[in-house]
């Protein structure tokens, strides 16, 4: 072969093949907050996991524009870092969207850099009902403590239940559980005989344990975050000798799925509302489960946390698409108001004004099934709105 020939047919291959890679238009960054270490590490682990999983089933791109993901580790509850990593983002990363955010102050610590950048925000935990009216660029995929505890009050009431002492954390979902619970209880005619809230950090949980033995309430409604004070809480219940003589109930962060083989035995039983099990009935959350495995190596972490993340990160693909790849952020999210697909939970749809899902919330018991325990699903509650949003209205 001359030096010519070969230069042609270099030449040749190297046009065929910058006319088969992609030509993106753009890159769109996408700047994830969450904690990627310490106690709530896993819930940081299942946001990435759900990214790259999505990722994975649906392709990289967005309406011809990469979509790359950068990640900032935010350990633990910290408004003031939460703000100082979302600027970070903004101005030295260049990101087109905000999203991750596991606990309520530091979603809510962002909104001023939001309207500021003009920056979209999708939260993939967070459940304070009122974090989205704080800024029009909010829209959350995730749920509320509202939309959780609403049908579980009235699934309480109707089991025969009359009195109930609630047990939540001293912040905003916690306070949402409580209010929810509460109202909805006693206006069915059961009567809340005692509203204890525990500090954000507690680990003895020792002393609440006796005021809810004192409460001679039937049953407890308890809310904590998911992760080790959830933990902590069920097995204190269990230990103190509560579970045999006080039903439990709450939202599912009470019995996450990472959770439960450490609980054991003290999570059987507890009744929880929540919109996602790993054990979800349906083809969709077959083929998202079994994708983590065969990107993972397991399915472990998969949990509520999860889908939360895998649909925002399909909101961030539509709202790319619908602007382009360009940065309008009003745009973008106008363009998924009122947005309808399928998820690995079940239905969703983005609630136009709350721009929170309405959603299946399921009624799930904790059991054993083949030997490991999972949040088997009971009853479908069918399209639930944040009702915290719509009382606020």
């Given at each position: 072969m001359t030096g010519k020939l070969r230069a042609l047919l270099l030449g040749a291959a190297a046009a065929a093949a910058m006319a088969a890679a992609p030509a993106w238009a753009a890159t769109v960054k996408v700047g994830v907050i969450g904690p990627f270490s310490g106690p709530f590490a896993t819930a940081g682990q299942t946001f990435k996991q759900a990214v790259e999983v999505y990722q994975a089933m649906h392709g990289d791109s967005a309406g011809g524009n990469r979509i790359e993901f950068v990640y900032k580790d935010l350990d633990q509850a910290n408004p003031a870092q939460s703000k100082a990593l979302a600027q970070e983002l903004i101005v030295k990363e260049k990101v087109q969207y905000l999203a991750g955010f596991f606990f309520t102050p530091d979603a809510l610590a962002v909104a001023p850099l939001m309207d500021e950048a003009k920056v979209p925000c999708v939260i993939f935990n967070a459940a304070t009902s009122a974090i989205t009216e704080k800024s029009p660029l909010y829209v959350r995929t995730s749920f509320t403590l509202w939309q959780a505890t609403v049908p579980l009050a009235q699934h309480v009431y109707k089991t025969g239940v009359r009195k109930v002492v609630t047990a939540v954390s001293d912040y905003g979902p916690g306070l949402d559980g409580e209010a929810a619970f509460k109202a909805t209880f006693e206006k069915a005619g059961g009567q809340v005989v005692d509203s204890i809230r525990m500090p954000l950090k507690s680990t003895d949980f020792a002393p609440f344990m006796q005021r809810i033995r004192d409460s001679g309430a039937e049953a407890i409604y308890a809310f904590l975050p998911a992760g080790p004070t959830t933990l902590a809480f069920a097995k204190a219940f269990a230990d103190n000798g509560l579970k045999d003589k006080i039903k439990f109930f709450g939202p599912g962060d009470i019995t996450q799925e990472p959770?439960?083989?450490?609980?054991?035995?003290?999570?059987?039983?507890?009744?929880?509302?929540?919109?996602?099990?790993?054990?979800?009935?349906s083809d969709l959350n077959r083929a998202f489960v079994a994708k983590h495995k065969e990107k993972f190596g397991n399915a472990d972490t998969v949990t509520f946390t999860s889908v939360g993340a895998y649909d925002g990160t399909h909101l961030i693909y539509k709202m790319v698409e619908a602007t382009g790849g360009k940065p309008d952020g009003a745009k973008a999210v106008e363009a998924v108001k009122g947005l309808s697909w399928e998820s690995p939970r079940g239905p969703l749809k983005l609630d136009p004004d709350s721009r929170t899902v309405v959603q299946n919330v399921y009624l799930r018991v904790t059991e054993r099934v083949d030997g490991q325990l999972q949040n088997t699903e009971k009853e479908t509650f069918a399209a639930q709105p944040d009702y915290g949003y719509k009382l606020g209205k």
């Open positions: 959770d439960l083989p450490a609980l054991g035995d003290a999570a059987v039983g507890i009744t929880t509302a929540f919109h996602y099990s790993r054990a979800h009935e």
